[in-house]
């Protein structure tokens, strides 16, 4: 069915640049809005940077001015690119999509299941 994979986490030193990716699979009808969350140990998770159907966006105030999502050409696919990255931005970061699956009249929040992002100091 469907799933959303994360990739592009790993380790980076402060200042630097990371850039990751999400995929949605599966018999999808509509994908309205995709966006990133993170968690770091022992916080909620929060938003990152969400986009929707027609282009808008949203960043965490923490982030602004950094990190820049979009989407893909294929439609089900979004990125963050992250720059000048902060030792504080280490966290787990989870993709996120609001996914209208086909045969279905639901719209479904679907999570990854995380890429871990460090950032060294």
């Known amino acids: 069915q469907v799933q959303l994979v994360e990739s592009g986490g790993g380790l980076v030193q402060a200042g630097g640049s990371l850039r990751l990716s999400c995929a949605a699979s599966?018999?999808?009808?509509?994908?309205?809005?995709m966006g990133w969350y993170r968690q770091a140990p022992g916080n909620q998770r929060e938003l990152v940077a969400v986009l929707d159907s027609g282009g808008r966006t949203n960043y965490a105030d923490s982030v602004k001015g950094r990190f820049t999502i979009s989407r893909g050409n294929a439609v089900n696919t979004v990125y963050l690119q992250m720059n000048s990255l902060k030792p504080e931005d280490t966290a787990v970061f989870y993709c996120n999509a609001l996914i209208s699956p086909m045969a279905t009249s639901a719209v479904i929040n679907y999570w990854g299941k995380g890429t871990l992002v460090t950032v060294s100091s």
């Open positions: 599966g018999t999808i009808f509509s994908i309205s809005t």
